[in-house]
């Protein structure tokens, strides 16, 4: 059974910079897409970014141009850079199989708050 393991979250000054980090088990994390998911406090859990198994990326328009995904399948790691911070990324990020629908079971996610 896959386990998802994210870290690297924490508190940081708006403007700032985060980097996710999402080890999963399991020797079949080359062949799925990953994304980046998140859930504010009272919202949805939404969709952050995407990665194909090949390394092709998908961003929310919010995050565009800020936050890079990226993927090391043979250490099974996948990561999340966040740049130029704004309090509104403040929220539980989790990593999962893309989209959602395939999703496994969700780990206990990483908390990131930006101040402003």
């Known amino acids: 059974q896959v386990q998802l393991v994210e870290s690297g979250g924490g508190l940081v000054q708006a403007g700032g910079s985060l980097r996710l980090s999402c080890a999963a088990s399991?020797?079949?994390?080359?062949?799925?897409?990953m994304g980046w998911y998140r859930q504010a406090p009272g919202k949805q859990r939404e969709t952050v970014a995407s990665i194909s198994y090949i390394g092709n990326t998908q961003y929310a328009d919010s995050v565009k141009g800020r936050f890079t995904i990226s993927r090391d399948n043979a250490k099974n790691i996948m990561y999340l850079q966040m740049n130029n911070l704004r309090p509104e990324d403040t929220a539980v990020y989790y990593c999962n199989h893309f989209p959602e629908r395939a999703a496994v079971s969700w780990g206990q996610g990483t908390q990131v708050t930006v101040s402003s």
């Open positions: 399991g020797s079949t994390f080359g062949i799925f897409a």
